[in-house]
């Protein structure tokens, strides 16, 4: 049951203002890297840890002092130093000396870059220009500080200063406002940006106020850009586009408008989905008509521009985290359009806005345009060097131009390493294309079609082949005497591991007993070492390679036969 313990709008008590005072006391003030500013805009406080008046057993709620900030603040969050908290909610009082609705914040550790370690925090309420603040937690916690952004942009973005990106093929392009008009560009990210893959779209809840104005948007986008900077520590914010409640676009991180820039918006999954934050909270309250309205055109673009279809599923790997429902290398089912808590520990976007993610799906598949497509299959992913692959697949472009006799190239990616070309070929007149090709080595090929300037450039997505090492194995005789050395000598290629094992068995009773097991250093594709049977009879000499078993025959007899063997 939750606990409620209203603090009403008046004059404080000479006890609430003394906690206010040893609360302001104790300040630690952010500097983002790129501001030389007097008063950064992002700073914190330790917050009194004394409850007022409610139990604290675990599972029941502390409500903490109001406390006033150390000047003013339009965006607070919370940290921790040790213990966990099972939830929080905050509130603030605004300079009009109203109190804003007690706001539920989820984990900062939900939506994170990849591979990064959960934080002790939550994300931030935005509260517009406020004063005070109050914190009640339920769970133990130790170390409490509020973590506060100032962001004031009164004037909002400039009328008409969303602009639609470049449109291609045909596809419906929905207005999008910059980040100059939002403050971004005074924000630039602190490292240059990663990419990825988009198949999918995850759409999220910022999990602040719903009771804003469209002129305050602008600031709320910069405020959990600052937060996102300066407490979290990201790279850029997180998300790569926002959408507000009056059906307003930003772009988010920068660069991810039309690229597939990696953002930190659902752990184990940025590298393969672009990240949309819906303004708001969403827990209890649908979102509004214009708001749907606007996702679902923004997807209708943006997913089809990756050559990716709106509508059905897809599987994704999990590259694992602490916020992940799925562990790293997990095949992970879903759909194009996903709620954030389909991939994540959390319950963003919100119970009443994962409602009605399946409207927004409809709606954007009514208004997505056919996307130009290059698609890739291998007849065998598996092959042994030094075999071809065979490789098929077809172009299609969305305004129904002919695909015939287009240029596609084929590359190849090893594991770690950087797209290399290792041949091309042309399409047929219906689109469709086929290539053979010798894969160097283990690792992933995909098709490209290099752009004409009439249609942009298009990839296929990758196809993972195996490719398994060619052994050859040479014994110095087939016949031996006991207790004779029998060189072993042989080439791994095209690629070739540090080691591969040398085993001798001998033929008992109708089966293989094994006899020796060795590991043998490979140098430069060849490997050589000996066997020494002790005992008359019938031997197997085997190299075991990646995948790979060769196997000569030996035969030990007390009348040495001195035969070479090839």
Known sequence: MRVRIPVPSRLLTRRETLTLGAGAAAIVVLRHPAAALARPSAFEMALPETATGTATASGDWRTLPVARAPRRFDLVGLRWSSGKLDAVEIRARRRTGDWCPWTRVGPMGDHAPDASRARRGTDAVWTGAADLVQVRVRGGARGLRARFVRSPSPAGPRAGAARAPRARSGQAVPPIIPRSEWGGDGRPPKADPSYGEVQCAFVHHTVTANDYGPEDSASIVLGICKYHQDHNRWNDIGYNFLVDKYGQIFEGRAGGVELAVIGAQAQGYNSSSTGIACMGDFSSLPNSEAGLESLARLIAWKLPLHGVPVTGEVTVTSAGGEANRYPSGTPVTLQRIAGHRDGNKTSCPG???????????????????PASLLSARAARPTVRHPSPVSLSGTLRFSDGAPASAVTIELQHRAAGGAWSPVGSTRTAANGAW????????????????????????????????????????????RSSAPGAKVDVTGTVGPTWPAKVALVLEVRRGGRWEPVQRK????????????????????????????????????????VAGGTQAG
């Open 351 to 369: 119970a009443a806005m994962y409602g009605q993610l399946q409207r927004v799906r409809d709606r954007a598949a009514q208004l997505a345009v």
């Open 434 to 477: 086929a290539f053979r090709t010798a894969a160097p080595a283990t690792g992933e090929l995909r098709a490209v079609f290099p752009g004409d300037g009439t249609h942009p450039p298009l990839e296929s997505a990758p196809i993972a082949v195996t490719v398994l090492p060619r052994v050859t194995i040479a014994l110095g005789t």
């Open 519 to 558: 590991r043998i250093n490979v140098r430069g594709g060849r490997f050589a070492s000996f066997v020494r049977p002790r005992a008359s009879g019938l031997y197997r000499v085997s190299v075991e390679g990646p995948g790979t078993v060769v196997r000569r025959q030996l035969r030990v007899s007390s």
